[in-house]
């Protein structure tokens, strides 16, 4: 099993930035690759970024391609997703999840194994 925290979300204004951890326990963080996805309410969870094991390669959904990073710090069971020009749009709860596979269905929850509780990002306008 392992555990899933975030943190890092709260209520910021159209172009600020937010940084959100998520620290993972209870098994070796390496041998999985990471996630984040979002819900808004009234809508499905979907896919936001995801990162490989050793974190040399990553994926993005294109709304939020050159806006968001996605890093981690094994050293830290760690992953982080920093998050640049915010937009209302953005407004979400946000998860991170962790997957034994990655490569070109990264953005399909089935791909994930273990999920976070979620942080609320509010963006107002």
């Known amino acids: 099993q392992v555990q899933l925290v975030e943190s890092g979300g709260g209520l910021v204004q159209t172009g600020d930035s937010l940084r959100m951890s998520c620290v993972a326990s209870?098994?070796?963080?390496?041998?999985?690759?990471m996630g984040w996805f979002r819900q808004a309410p009234g809508k499905e969870r979907e896919f936001v970024a995801a990162?490989?094991?050793?974190?040399?390669?990553?994926y993005y959904h294109d709304s939020v391609k050159d806006r968001f990073t996605i890093s981690r710090e094994n050293a830290k069971d760690t992953v982080l997703l920093q998050m640049n020009s915010l937009k209302p749009e953005d407004t979400a709860v946000y998860y991170c999840?962790?997957?034994?596979?990655?490569?070109?269905?990264?953005?399909?929850?089935?791909?994930?194994?273990?999920w976070g509780q979620g942080t609320q990002v509010t963006v107002s306008s």
């Open positions: 209870g098994h070796t963080f390496t041998i999985y690759a």
């Open positions: 990162i490989n094991w050793v974190g040399g390669d990553t």
């Open positions: 999840a962790a997957g034994r596979r990655y490569g070109s269905r990264s953005y399909d929850r089935a791909w994930y194994d273990y």
